[in-house]
């Protein structure tokens, strides 16, 4: 049992080694779908929310690193 | 990229020829970057699973090392081959989101790593501390365990490879989804491998020299365009210029990371300076 929870917490950790980093890229694309949901006809502007919001994220979350 | 031939508008059958040259290029383009992304990021995995398959060798001999290799690579050719149909009866554009998502949680987390090993955040990874680690590790469970050595060993090497290679397989799936590239995708990410597998048998030590960092931040930023460009199109947005924004996605991850490591390389310095 302890194998398979460290096994499925390696598998996870492909994905997911910053916890704050991945919630802020998932809460960036629901913002888009969102709008993509709410505004079919301004596409654009779902893009754009995924495009500054993501490397807004990677900045945000880099600047804010502490030395390890 | 094209054929060479001047493109020519005429009525009805230039404005095909136009088109048609227009798509090749399109798939051309997005079949490349593709290709190159699936090659350098597979190139790293298969160099990380080498050294823990090597640390094996030296520690336990080759039979376990190889046995938990191929066992790993059996279960990774199954899973593939049981997950393979079921993604054709998955709606494209619900493929899209999710697989543009995962590349986005995957590529960020590769660049931002790549970044900050590069500004001297956290240290580089290196092939040989991996290797020593591995065979501390090893050596140890050796005098606990020492009835089932060969057990543990062959455990190790298959846990490297079936996780390194669920990368593999996972980046070449996603970069492939429904653009008909599947075969060169899957032949760049099998050519890494085989090379990086082949300069394991003949030097027998790890690959130290591979530019790890470089080669992580060059693959992030490639599977964070792509994973921006899928999850937009899985939601519906119309990216300007089609497959080329993927280039200018490139370019910006690229741009916002460098200008990243320079920012906190300044930092870092007027710090010690304080200091």
């Given at each position: 049992m302890k194998n398979l929870v460290a096994s499925l917490r390696e598998l996870a950790g492909l994905f997911v080694e910053d916890g704050a980093l991945a919630l802020a890229i998932i809460a960036v694309v629901v913002v888009a779908g969102l709008v993509a949901a709410l505004a079919p006809a301004a596409s654009w502007l779902s893009g754009l929310i995924l495009l500054c919001g993501c490397l807004g994220v990677l900045v945000v979350n880099v600047a804010t690193a502490k030395r390890g | 990229m094209s054929s060479g031939r001047p493109l020519r508008a005429g009525p009805v059958g230039g404005h095909l020829r136009v088109t048609l040259q227009r798509d090749y290029c399109m798939i051309s383009l997005h079949a490349g970057s593709a290709v190159t992304a699936a090659f350098l990021a597979s190139l790293v995995e298969a160099v990380e699973?080498?050294?823990?398959?090597?640390?094996v060798a030296v520690v336990r001999g080759l039979r376990p090392a190889l046995l938990g290799a191929?066992?790993?690579?059996?279960?990774l050719a199954l899973i593939v081959v049981?997950?393979?149909p079921l993604l054709d009866r998955v709606p494209l554009n619900v493929l899209q989101i999710a697989i543009g998502i995962l590349l986005l949680l995957f590529g960020m987390r590769w660049l931002r790593k790549a970044i900050l090993r590069a500004a001297g955040i956290i240290p580089l990874h290196d092939e040989s501390t991996a290797f020593a680690k591995e065979e501390a590790e090893l050596r140890e469970q050796v005098q606990r365990h020492e009835q089932r050595l060969d057990w543990l060993a062959g455990l190790a090497s298959f846990k490297a490879v079936l996780l390194e290679g669920?990368?593999?397989?996972?980046?070449?799936?996603?970069?492939?989804?429904g653009r008909g590239v599947l075969l060169p995708v899957s032949a760049a990410a099998f050519a890494a491998?085989?090379?990086?597998?082949?300069?394991g048998v003949?030097?027998?030590?790890?690959?130290?020299?591979v530019p790890e960092n470089a080669l992580k931040?060059?693959?992030g930023v490639m599977l964070s365009a792509f994973g921006l460009f899928w999850t937009g199109e899985g939601l519906g947005v119309d990216w300007p210029g089609a497959d080329l924004a993927i280039i200018a996605f490139i370019?910006?991850?690229l741009g916002t990371g460098l200008a990243c490591v320079a920012l906190l390389n300044r930092r870092g310095a007027a710090a010690k300076t304080a200091s």
């Open positions: - | 699973a080498l050294t823990i398959v090597l640390a191929v066992a790993g690579l059996a279960v049981a997950l393979g669920l990368e593999v397989v996972f980046i070449v799936i996603a970069l492939s989804a491998c085989l090379l990086v597998a082949l300069s003949f030097l027998h030590r790890p690959l130290t020299r931040f060059a693959v370019a910006l991850f």
